[in-house]
């Protein structure tokens, strides 16, 4: 059972170029999130989605966009790389939003030159 | 201020002792609590839940105090293999609020 499998698992980008970090579970859990861990800031919440076909903002949405075309993916979307955004970005799942285990990806360690 | 605050540390203890982390939350209308144990460079994975009456699982213990917004995490008898950085998780209605973790290093 893979759990979360997010891709890739280190990336170095360019200032001003786009990418795309994948996340796939296979769980059939409705809720799925994105967010950063970056030191002494704990874990901030980017985009998150309820459900196929809804998503919404989290915390710190600026410079990334989402989609949910199917239960299994969550592909977070970088628009235009900044330094700023050089962050640990963790993919998580559960089966419903309010009160329950969140499982996590391994994390994708990205760092903009 | 922060919505989810935890010290930081490093806590730095011999094997063998008690622990205890605290966290505070700012949002008195949140849900459910949790401790998630994060190892070094791995993502987060689910400890314990913490419900109002309390709560115990082995060496571990979770307190709530909905009057304090306040929760704690007790360790006994810390092991080797305990070390780690532990974060306190508040559900705020639409999205799961993250402290920024107490590490904890247990020492032979």
């Known amino acids: 059972n893979a759990g979360v499998t997010q891709t890739p698992k280190f990336q170095v980008l360019k200032t001003g170029q786009s990418m795309t970090l994948q996340c796939a579970q296979d769980?059939?859990?409705?809720?799925m999130s994105w967010y950063r861990q970056d030191p002494g800031m704990g874990l901030r919440l980017i985009h998150y989605?309820?459900?196929?076909?809804?998503?919404d903002q989290g915390e710190v949405p600026n410079g990334y966009n989402v989609s949910r075309s199917t239960t299994e993916d969550f592909p977070l979307r970088l628009l235009s790389a900044a330094p700023s955004q050089t962050s640990v970005y963790f993919c998580a799942s559960s089966y419903s939003f309010a009160g329950t285990e969140a499982f996590f990806g391994q994390g994708t360690r990205l760092t903009v030159v | 201020r922060k919505e989810v605050e935890q010290d930081p540390g490093p806590f730095n203890v011999p094997e063998g002792a008690t622990v205890a982390f605290n966290c505070t939350y700012s949002n008195s209308a949140s849900q459910s609590f949790f401790w998630y144990r994060q190892d070094c460079r791995k993502e987060p994975k689910l400890l314990m839940s913490v419900y109002s009456s309390g709560n115990e699982d082995g060496r571990f213990t979770a307190q709530l105090n909905r009057a304090s917004q306040y929760i704690s995490l007790l360790i006994r008898d810390s092991k080797l293999s305990d070390s780690a950085t532990y974060l306190c998780?508040?559900?705020?209605?639409?999205?799961?609020?993250f402290g920024a973790g107490t590490r904890l290093t247990v020492k032979p």
């Open positions: 769980m059939n859990h409705e809720y």
């Open positions: 989605s309820v459900g196929a076909g809804i998503t």
């Open positions: 998780v508040v559900n705020m209605m639409d999205d799961m609020r």
